[in-house]
């Protein structure tokens, strides 16, 4: 760090303007366990906002302001440090908000995403921050696009829910001219990283360590790595598609008669197709998890989220009934076995590759995180999520519930899958999913061997 640098962090610690924190547990694995350096693109966070009704230039700023003084993440960079980098936390700090009106040209959808993707993949300065960027695009006087995009190390996806809830809040108090700011939230992020890493002590660690040491033995990969630097590099594709309200009501249902979560049923389904795909009967997945059960944390903006990796064999002799019992129960010790995953990887040896996740290939994901569609007094805010093609995974499969559908989103490596691969494994999901609806005592052997759906 230059000399100059290091005499004005000086004069902020000391006069209080800045404080040092060590990272938080979720925010290692992005320096220690993450196969693409911190500052890499693949870890913005991305979301669009459409908002109706007529707001100010001026009103949003300093709603947007409101937020960074209640949300500390806002006001937070990084340092180097000697084992690790540290946190440094602003007292203040300027607002990254910027509005720009559209021309006729740039309003339809697809001018709007093409937009919207150049902000997401601006880098940012993750030295002397903000860590985030919005935009407000104008189509009409009452008819917006807010295009946030946030590094991963200050935010996960319940994060951009809180934001929106509190923007909107913001902006209500500045159209009534209420004073004051926000109230402050009930557990800081830098609080909540002291909790954590006060509960996490060697002796935690070890107990869980042992249960992943035998959960994970013996695994292999589902296939081989990418060969080359150019499979390895570049942003994944998204491609989405969805499972229609008839699918959505009959997975639902055969969770509830089964006694299984949604999550469980999606994820049984999930292993069968990957196995048809693939030709492999042990079959491991990464997932996330909220890591917000206590209600302090769920108002706070921040990187809480987890991952953890969740094994399936497949038996052909067993009818999926069976085998969704099996995979309920071992999900549940899963989560309840679920520890920091920087820790997860330096307890099983494992040493992370450029390009390639430490662990498992394949992330799979229920997203019930809140989203909240607000609207109020002519004026409404719904937040659309854009996955961001991380570099942590080969394949992705992301399914989110709409209403009784559920959309289904997929990324992947161009390198090493192509579009039709991707529609061809979709159509294998549903294919499943359809199946072990109408005949939960299917054998697996009989679905392993079916056409396509």
Do not use: D, H, M
């Given at each position: 760090m230059p000399q100059e640098a290091r005499t004005r962090l000086r004069q902020w610690l000391e006069s209080g303007e800045a404080r040092l924190q060590p990272l938080t547990l979720p925010q290692r694995e992005l320096w220690e366990a993450?196969?693409?350096?911190?500052g890499d693109v693949s870890n913005h966070i991305c979301a669009l906002i459409n908002v109706r009704g007529p707001i100010t230039h001026q009103g949003c700023?300093?709603?947007v302001q409101k937020v960074a003084e209640r949300q500390e993440v806002f006001r937070l960079s990084f340092l180097p440090g000697k084992d690790r980098p540290m946190q440094l936390i602003r007292k203040s700090n300027r607002q990254m908000l910027q509005f720009r009106d559209l021309p006729p040209a740039q309003q339809h959808p697809e001018a709007v995403e093409e937009l919207a993707q150049e902000i997401f993949r601006r880098p940012f300065d993750m030295v002397s921050g903000p860590l985030y960027r919005s935009e407000v695009l104008r189509r009409s006087a009452d008819d917006h696009v807010l295009v946030l995009a946030i590094h991963h190390a200050i935010a996960d996806g319940w994060t951009v829910g809180v934001f929106v809830q509190d923007l909107f809040a913001a902006y209500m108090q500045e159209l009534r001219g209420i004073p004051g700011g926000l109230p402050p939230v009930p557990l800081s992020y830098s609080d909540w990283g002291a909790s954590e890493r006060a509960f996490w002590q060697p002796a935690v660690l070890e107990e869980r360590s042992a249960?992943?040491?035998?959960?994970?033995?013996?695994?292999?990969?589902l296939w081989d790595p990418p060969a080359g630097p150019d499979a390895l590099s570049g942003e994944r594709r998204r491609w989405v598609s969805s499972a229609p309200a008839t699918v959505g009501r009959a997975v639902r249902e055969l969770a509830k008669r089964k006694g299984a979560t949604l999550f469980s049923t999606l994820l049984a389904a999930f292993q069968v197709t990957l196995s048809k795909w693939t030709g492999k009967e042990d079959i491991l997945v990464g997932t996330p998890v909220a890591n917000r059960g206590r209600q302090a944390v769920r108002e706070t903006m921040g990187y809480c989220a987890g991952i953890v990796p969740l094994r399936g064999h497949i038996d052909r002799d067993r009818t999926f009934s069976e085998r969704l019992r099996t995979v309920h129960d071992s999900t549940l010790d899963a989560f309840a076995n679920a520890m920091p995953f920087a820790e997860l990887v330096k307890a099983l040896g494992v040493v992370t590759s450029p390009g390639c996740?430490?662990?498992?290939?394949?992330?799979f994901a229920l997203q019930n995180h809140p989203v909240p569609d607000i609207s109020v007094n002519g004026m409404s805010l719904q937040l659309r999520m854009r996955s961001t093609g991380t570099c942590r995974f080969d394949l992705a499969c992301?399914?989110?519930?709409?209403?009784?559908?559920?959309?289904?989103?997929w990324l992947y490596r161009p390198g090493m899958f192509s579009a039709e691969d991707i529609q061809t494994l979709h159509r294998m999901?549903?294919?499943?999913l359809t199946s072990?609806?109408?005949s939960p005592e299917i054998l697996t052997a009989a679905l392993m061997t079916t056409t396509l759906g």
């Open positions: 993450s196969p693409v350096p911190p700023e300093a709603a249960f992943w040491k035998e959960c994970l033995a013996g695994i292999t990969p996740n430490p662990l498992f290939q394949v992330r992301e399914v989110t519930e709409e209403g009784e559908a559920l959309e289904v989103v999901y549903l294919g499943v072990v609806c109408s």
